[in-house]
């Protein structure tokens, strides 16, 4: 079968250095922070006007060094299946299960990765996501048929667009994978008829309709929905690998919307080369064939199904589509599109309209990442060490869930929140919970962003822990955040990744609080070392956590995070002198706290706190085995310290310590007070939760001398720079070093370079 392939590339406004190598995007480590503005999908207004990028704004912009990974700050990069050609014009809405009709052109944007078809009853016995998918279970069954070239993912709508013009109207379909053009099918049902019609080429499916187009490869065939018969002339299909689109032309002589409202419904399958017709799931898939019919005698053919606007806040947002696949009936998914719109060029972000655009409470957004290291899915790729994690969503384009409070926003913006999710749950995990929205709505209001981590076990590790960044940038675009109000949080896994990320990122972070989350990756019952090794473990960097106060809620009877762990972890925490909060609940197990969903308590603690971003005392431990330099993600500083460097990777694992105070802040230590303890209960859906508390806090600095001077004492590193300005010290200031070996001190921007042997 021969295809239509074109292919265009439209550069993004950027310097960040980026290479599109065999395997898929990869990420170069030189990166530069300007942002220039480029049209926004927050373009809310009613006419076609740009919104400028609010990255400006709402990430860090001060002297450096900047606090976070280098990831965070990169311009966006080149997507091609958010571009357009020809004569789509119109920026992607980028949230999910919404409408809006922008210069000329309607858009409906699906749902990433939520192609798991009908609802057999029963899943495929051979089904990788059996195992490793304990709360992100999808609600269909459909499984892929082996073959690589399906890539798991073949049939996932992104995005749908109409467009009027004066002799044909314009369809264009993006999907999320596309390897083989000749594979996939989409049939999109026009027009109403009093009763639902059977949908061509054996799809097992039905919805009113007046016409069916069904496109697979470079064929496009428009049937009339009553009778079967081929109208012609048939509409012309081309086909953009790189974009991973279909567009399609229907010619008015055979369709013609007029300035008329016309219902529209879609869904998307595999299509039978051989025979002509969709191709059918079986029970269980094969080189060729699909699987997960279950129980199903007339198993519907597709996977994805277009305009849902009301699925239930579920892991995959499939509920709704598995079960009307199930019954062979999608006639409650469709929209009207208004082609007197499009004649006229309406810019309708349909605000508060059911099928329109959403501007606060919780949502999916998609993100543009620069990374693709394959096309689709790889349930099998497990993220289990210290590196080596792909994940198991491969593809550029990333989903993620985000809440937007339901509060005026104030001049300096909205504080953020870090919600990161559970081993074996994915970027839903809190969309419409309590938890999720205590965070939001508390005082001035937090936008709380939960990215997919690439899928539901990739413990906040490499290609994991950079969709963390690329999605909290992605946000900063679109979002007029407060960067001095930020705070961080996580569940079980997410709670690792909380005690990872704010010990690694310090100065990035207001406060941090975890519920149940192990202190490593994996299990760690000391003394023995943890499952994920001891380079995974934050009880080694809880130096770096002097600036942060943090609370731990744990269960004593813990079945999967050891007790033991997360006691050793407030004990240091306390003998080191920190803020803290430990809160034991003695009558639940792993999982209790989240079916319980009350977080009132924790959303106060968090409350509107701000990073310190200047502290006279900084304490930071490197830990260079978990970087990942191909990423920009580097733990290389913190506050006003940068380019730390280890002097042996073979000593006490390859980490290296510092403890630096300057006095030019004229300020001493805050004095601790001491443990403390107490007790409480917390309130929700299972009645009342009791715990036992222990804390610690501090009273106020005290005054002292204003010195030109910096103390440093470092363990196992060989080389670090000192930023003046940032600790309020002068080129000359005098330093008092404590070192155990070899060190070089660069003093930034004063060309003084400091050695000891």
Request: glycine letters at 10%; charged letters at 20%; aromatic letters at 10%.
């Amino acid at each position: 079968m021969a295809f239509k392939f074109t292919s265009r590339r439209s550069l993004l406004a950027s310097t960040a250095s980026l290479s599109l190598a065999a395997a898929g995007l990869t990420f170069a480590a030189t990166l530069d922070p300007l942002l220039e503005p480029l049209e926004s999908d927050t373009d809310l207004g009613g006419e076609d006007t740009a919104v400028v990028d609010h990255s400006a704004h709402s990430l860090y912009h001060g002297p450096a060094p900047r606090p976070g990974p280098d990831i965070l700050y990169a311009a966006p990069p080149h997507a091609p299946q958010l571009e357009n050609s020809g004569v789509w014009k119109a920026q992607p809405i980028l949230i999910s299960g919404a409408s809006a009709y922008r210069k000329g052109e309607f858009l409906y944007q699906d749902f990433l990765y939520d192609d798991h078809g009908a609802n057999g009853g029963a899943k495929d016995p051979n089904d990788p996501r059996l195992t490793g998918h304990s709360s992100s279970g999808a609600n269909g069954t459909y499984t892929y048929p082996i073959d690589a070239v399906y890539a798991g993912n073949a049939a996932d709508f992104v995005e749908l667009r109409f467009k009027a013009g004066s002799r044909q109207t314009h369809l264009r379909v993006t999907v999320n994978t596309l390897l083989d053009p000749g594979n996939v099918a989409f049939t999109a049902a026009l027009g109403s008829s009093a009763l639902p019609r059977e949908f061509p080429f054996g799809a097992n499916v039905r919805a009113p309709a007046d016409l069916f187009l069904t496109v697979h490869g470079d064929t496009a065939i428009l049937t009339d929905a009553a009778t079967g018969t081929v109208i012609e002339p048939a509409p012309t299909v081309s086909v953009d690998l790189e974009r991973r689109q279909f567009e399609v032309a229907i010619p008015h002589d055979s369709w013609n919307p007029g300035d008329g409202a016309v219902r529209v419904a879609a869904g998307i399958g595999l299509w039978d080369q051989a025979n002509g017709r969709y191709l059918l799931p079986s029970l269980s898939a094969s080189e060729s064939q699909p699987g997960g019919a279950g129980y199903l005698t007339s198993p519907a053919a597709f996977f994805n199904v277009a305009f849902r606007y009301d699925e239930a806040f579920e892991p995959w947002r499939d509920a709704a589509q598995g079960e009307a696949l199930a019954n062979n009936d999608i006639s409650g998914f469709y929209t009207v599109v208004d082609f007197a719109k499009l004649e006229s060029r309406v810019t309708d972000q349909m605000l508060g309209q059911p099928h329109g655009t959403p501007q606060s409470g919780p949502m999916n957004r998609i993100l543009a990442s620069r990374f693709e290291t394959k096309q689709g899915v790889d349930w099998t790729s497990e993220c289990g060490e210290a590196s080596g994690c792909l994940g198991m969503l491969r593809g550029q384009l990333q989903p993620y869930a985000v809440y937007v409070p339901n509060k005026p926003l104030p001049d300096e913006g909205y504080g953020l929140t870090l919600l990161l999710h559970s081993l074996g749950a994915n970027y839903n995990q809190y969309l419409g919970s309590r938890n999720q929205r205590q965070f939001g709505e508390r005082g001035r209001g937090h936008v709380v962003i939960t990215p997919a981590g690439r899928g539901p076990d990739g413990w906040y590790v490499e290609h994991a822990a950079a969709d963390t960044f690329e999605v909290w940038a992605d946000v900063a675009r679109h979002y007029k955040l407060d960067p001095g109000m930020t705070s961080i949080t996580g569940y079980s896994m997410g709670g690792h990744g909380t005690f990872k990320f704010a010990t690694r990122y310090p100065d990035l972070f207001a406060k941090a609080f975890t519920t149940v989350g192990p202190p490593a990756l994996g299990i760690w019952a000391p003394p023995a070392e943890p499952t994920g090794g001891d380079s995974t473990n934050t009880y080694n960097l809880l130096e770096g956590l002097r600036n942060v106060p943090i609370m731990m809620w744990v269960q004593a009877a813990d079945e999967l995070v050891p007790y033991t762990g997360t006691r050793e972890q407030a004990m240091k925490l306390d003998r080191l002198g920190y803020r803290y909060r430990f809160d034991t609940f003695e009558t639940g197990e792993h999982l209790t706290l989240a079916i319980h969903d009350q977080y009132a308590p924790a959303a106060e603690f968090l409350g509107d706190a701000r990073v310190n971003r200047e502290p006279h005392h900084v304490s930071y431990v490197v830990n260079p085995a978990v970087d990942f330099p191909a990423a920009g993600l580097q733990g290389d500083h913190a506050y006003w310290l940068s380019d730390i460097t280890v002097r042996d990777m073979t000593e006490n694992s390859g980490r290296g310590s510092i403890d630096a105070i300057s006095h030019a802040f004229g300020q001493t230590d805050a004095p601790a007070s001491g443990t403390q303890t107490g007790a409480g209960a917390i309130e929700g859906d299972l009645g009342l939760q009791v715990y036992t508390s222990e804390y610690q806090t501090w009273g106020l600095s005290g005054v002292a001398p204003t010195v030109n001077r910096l103390d440093l004492t470092t363990r196992n590193i060989a080389a670090l720079t000192v930023h003046p300005g940032r600790a309020r010290l002068s080129c000359d200031a005098a330093v008092h070093v404590d070192t155990d070996g070899p060190l070089t001190i660069t003093i930034a921007g004063c060309n003084r370079t400091i050695t000891f042997q």
